[in-house]
């Protein structure tokens, strides 16, 4: 599975970014797509992800309520939509899917909020 995340960039406190992650290749045996972050100094962790099958999703408890994670099965892409953006939401960000037989990870795109 290949991976391609877009729609990152730089906004100002309380804006708004959309993230899209488009998946090709053996897209049908993925059974969970997320979204991870991973800021300077910090290590890499889980924003939202998604299970396939049931549409299942689950949040950090800090994007709770501001981030909104989707999926588009006919394109295959999952978006993750970023609401009321905080300084502390700076980081690269990256989309995985899971599959069988282990994780598959995007290149990461920079989402930069200033104050």
């Known amino acids: 599975v290949q991976l391609v995340e877009s729609g990152g960039g730089l906004v100002q406190a309380g804006g708004s970014l959309r993230l899209s992650c488009a998946a090709s290749g053996s897209t049908f045996s993925i059974n969970a797509m997320g979204w991870y972050r991973q800021a300077p100094g910090k290590q890499r962790e889980l924003v939202a992800d998604?299970?396939?099958?049931?549409?299942?999703?689950n949040y950090a408890d800090s994007v709770k309520g501001r981030f909104t994670i989707s999926r588009d099965n006919t394109k295959n892409t999952m978006y993750l939509q970023m609401n009321s953006l905080k300084p502390e939401d700076t980081a690269v960000y990256y989309c995985?899917?899971?599959?069988?037989?282990?994780?598959?990870w995007g290149q990461g795109t920079q989402v930069t909020v200033s104050e």
């Open positions: 995985s899917a899971d599959r069988l037989y282990g994780r598959s």
């Open positions: 998604i299970r396939t099958g049931s549409g299942t999703v």
